[in-house]
């Protein structure tokens, strides 16, 4: 039902002013859409604010994290980014993680897929325009109506790990963000969402599948496989995310990781990850090598792939350099 689609995964390490010209040098390669990701960096939707601007690419938040922001803010954030693409803006939503709410944000992280659910059923009925009236089991909103209309519906995409927030998507959202897993990871994933939007009653093949893709370009050998690695360790051993590996059934093969990790360990925790894990969930290899890799994600059930590079190099311009590189070499039209 959806077209297969190779996105940006914005911001890159460039800066923000230059994304304009970047989404239009990208977008004139064949990029269709830019999503969004907020982690430690700038937020979510100022990016997409750009590249809206600048060109007519599909713009998405993946994700808006529901603790972070207020019910309203949510809903006023998504309402000018619609403003500024109307009929092209998507807008994900999700949970994060325990550091992000708890850790940096000061806000307990409880029942996550109820907040997510109940986030949702108050942005369709904020976003159309509704005076809203809403009590829930982890927020309230009392009165709200945005005063700017906005520009027609907004697809609403829920990000999930495990088979709860999974079957929240497929039950409430009209897609599912995916991330950190493997191509042969994505068809156990979908087969959930899609078989709780069919006990709900809803078209399965309606539900866009979107993911995330962790792709590195550093050239093979020590260096690369140190930096990813790191960049495995760094979120397989976030509490969501290693519950999300544990479903998925890598338990046995992280196990090594996540004992050194706890105990203190990293260097160890680095060496224990198995390099057919590490194989599996980062993209590496030449730029050929690694368009194969995000083909097997496409044909494994991802609809929408954004793309999101890793490399060694720290010098800032350099990076830059090879960002720019990287989007060429994965560019659905060639430079």
């Known amino acids: 039902m959806f077209d297969k689609r190779i996105a940006l995964s914005v911001p890159y390490e460039i800066p923000l002013g230059d994304h304009a010209a970047l989404a239009r040098e990208m977008a004139a390669l064949g990029y269709t859409d830019a999503w969004s990701f907020e982690v430690d960096g700038v937020d979510c939707f100022t990016p997409l604010a750009v590249v809206a601007q600048a060109t007519t690419m599909r713009v998405g938040t993946a994700i808006a994290n529901v603790y972070t922001r207020g019910p309203a803010t949510l809903a006023q954030s998504a309402a000018a980014i619609a403003e500024l693409a109307p009929g092209r803006f998507v807008l994900g939503v999700g949970s994060g993680s325990q550091p992000i709410v708890e850790a940096w944000n000061d806000t307990p992280f409880r029942r996550p897929a109820t907040r997510v ?27 709200l109506r945005l005063s700017r209309p906005v520009p ?21 959202a009209d897609g599912v963000c995916l991330n950190w897993l493997s191509a042969e990871d994505v068809r156990q994933s979908v087969a959930v969402v899609r078989e709780a939007a069919r006990a709900a009653g809803r078209d399965p093949a309606a539900i866009e599948v979107t993911a995330r893709l962790m792709v590195n370009v550093d ?38 990781m996540w004992e050194a990790w706890e105990a203190g360990d990293r260097r160890a925790a680095l060496a224990a990850i198995p390099p057919a894990t590490a194989a599996e969930l980062v993209i590496q290899g030449r730029p050929e090598e690694r368009r194969a890799h995000v083909q ?40």
């Open 152 to 172: 027609g519906p907004i697809p609403i995409h829920v990000a999930a790990l495990r088979r709860g927030m999974l079957r929240v998507a497929g039950e409430v």
């Open 219 to 256: 050239p093979a050998g020590e260096v690369a496989d140190v930096t990813v690695r790191r960049q495995i360790a760094a979120y397989l051993n976030v509490p969501v995310y290693r519950e999300f590996h544990e479903w998925l059934g890598r338990g046995p093969a992280l196990a090594g």
């Open 117 to 143: 659910r109940e986030t949702v059923a108050f942005l369709r009925q904020a976003l159309a325009g509704e005076r809203v009236v809403f009590k829930g089991q982890t927020f309230s909103v009392d009165g």
């Open 296 to 335: 097997r994600y496409l044909e494994a059930g991802v609809d929408t792939a954004f793309l999101s590079f890793s490399m060694a190099e720290r010098e800032p311009a350099r990076r830059q350099e090879i960002v720019r590189q990287a989007l060429r070499d994965h560019a659905p039209r060639p430079a």
